[in-house]
């Protein structure tokens, strides 16, 4: 995989949800802050997102806004409307009520039922949702992102955005066979592109930073070649030959633009990517070791207690916990 997949893989925990909500003249509602990042996109009208300590948002139609850190924020009609308290009811804090989650209430938007000759024509249409996130340890490449990403509907960019909004938008029109399996492909095509997006449009301006490392050609080079295999047994100066620099150019530039030296990000990767082994497979801890660059189990599990502050059984034992405690929220929620 490549550096933005896995920072996503490494975060993501559960499945995300997303639903279509109509509005009607003056509305506003405030979003507590949640362990989620949100979004909001506009199908059809306007509405303002209303950071809570930044500057208000216009969104247009085909706008779209990522909360990556799950901050309390403000969606209205209006930058002056009062806003009401957020009233969700299922998991995933960026739900307005339980009907916009439920794929079958937009049915109103045309679907079955002659809805939509009944009810009047929405000022704003929206598409929200939520990605439940892991910030126990998030990856920098998403922790350094802005508590707001306004990806603006510019005509002609970001075409493969366009066509996830609009995907998702049909798909979440009616309830069809397989919904739910093409609505969680979407929703993860959605983020990538998003982030995607955003990157693209910020490398040309931040001289340091992970938007500015990706699109370096050398520190770039670099990190593909710690993800794509983490066991490999690297030193600073085999990864500046991947970079094609030397050793010591190579290093002050890595450091420079991802924040950290090379090694201690090599480390960081794979202590990460063994804690996402031990969470989803069975894996005998021997492989786990030798699948993150540690000769022995127990130079492995040293260092992972060290990075943790759990030994790599127990870290696994609790992850499962978690794991079925959440199926059984889910199934209860159907």
């Known amino acids: 995989m490549d550096v933005l997949s896995d920072a996503i893989t490494s975060m993501r925990t559960g499945r995300p949800h997303a639903g279509r909500t109509e509005k009607h003249g003056s509305w506003g509602v405030r979003f507590p802050d949640s362990e989620g990042a949100g979004f909001h996109v506009v199908l059809q009208g306007t509405c303002w997102v209303l950071p809570g300590d930044g500057e208000p948002i216009a969104l247009g139609p085909g706008d779209v806004v990522f909360l990556p850190h799950g901050r309390g924020h403000g969606l209205a009609d209006s930058p002056n409307t009062s806003l009401a308290a957020f009233r969700g009811s299922l998991p995933g804090p960026f739900a307005e009520d339980a009907a ?102 910020q490398s040309g301006h931040m001289s340091t930073g ?37 050793r010591a150019a190579f290093a002050r530039r890595f450091t420079a633009l991802a924040g950290q030296p090379p090694l201690a990000y090599l480390t960081w990767w794979r202590m990460t990517v063994a804690a996402r082994l031990l969470r989803e497979s069975e894996l005998p801890l021997r492989a786990v070791a030798e699948r993150t660059g540690y000769a022995s189990e127990f130079a492995f599990a040293k260092a992972f207690k060290r990075e943790y502050g759990v030994a790599p059984g127990g870290y696994r034992r609790r992850g499962q916990e978690s794991a079925g405690a959440l199926a059984a929220i889910s199934l209860a929620q159907r």
């Open 100 to 201: 916009s989650l439920d794929t079958s209430a937009s049915d109103a938007d045309g679907g079955a039922g002659g809805g939509a000759d009944r009810r009047p024509r929405p000022d704003t249409l929206l598409l929200c949702g939520a990605y439940l996130l892991d910030r126990a340890r998030p990856h920098p490449l998403l922790g350094e992102l802005p508590q707001a990403l306004h990806i603006p509907a510019r005509l002609g960019r970001h075409p493969e955005l366009r066509s996830a909004v609009e995907l998702l938008g049909g798909e979440l029109e009616r309830t069809r066979p397989g919904a739910s399996a093409v609505l969680t492909s979407l929703l993860d095509m959605l983020l990538l592109y998003v982030l995607r997006a955003w990157y693209e449009e």
């Open 210 to 246: 992970w938007a500015a490392a990706l699109h370096d050609r050398a520190v770039s080079e670099a990190l593909r070649a710690i993800h794509r295999d983490p066991a490999h047994p690297w030193t600073v100066e085999t990864l500046g030959q991947a970079a094609g620099l030397s």
